[in-house]
């Protein structure tokens, strides 16, 4: 197994007199930031199509994959507010990737 962090860094860090949090903040934080980033963005969508676990742990609160699964199955079903409330998640979503995606790839001026 190979390990990518070179822990040099840390060592220079410390003789330089930072402390345990600068260092987190200005040397680990950095480094780690693209995965915890890719995480919470495939958690986000991931949770759109979470219909079967949504199903088996749902609890008193009605959750938004399924109302719009008993909406769209339902006989007496408002099937326009189903369709806009998937348009704006769907537009939302979109938004909230091309943000992300700007500020990952935002170089940073010196």
Do not use: C
Not at 3 to 25: C, E, K, N, Q, T
Not at 38 to 60: K, M, Q
Not at 62 to 90: D, K
């Amino acid at each position: 197994m190979t390990v990518r962090f070179d822990i040099r860094l840390l060592d220079a860090a410390r003789d330089l007199g930072a402390g345990r949090w600068r260092r987190f903040l200005d040397i680990e934080m950095p480094l780690l930031r693209p995965g915890i980033s890719a995480s919470l963005f495939f958690g986000f969508l991931l949770s759109f199509n979470e219909l079967p676990r949504t199903i088996y742990v749902h609890g008193a609160q009605t959750t938004l994959p399924y109302y719009l699964w008993t909406e769209s199955a339902a006989h007496s079903t408002q099937v326009a507010l189903v369709y806009a409330l998937s348009a704006v998640i769907t537009v939302a979503s979109l938004a909230l990737t091309a943000t992300a995606i700007g500020l990952l790839m935002r170089t940073e001026r010196t």
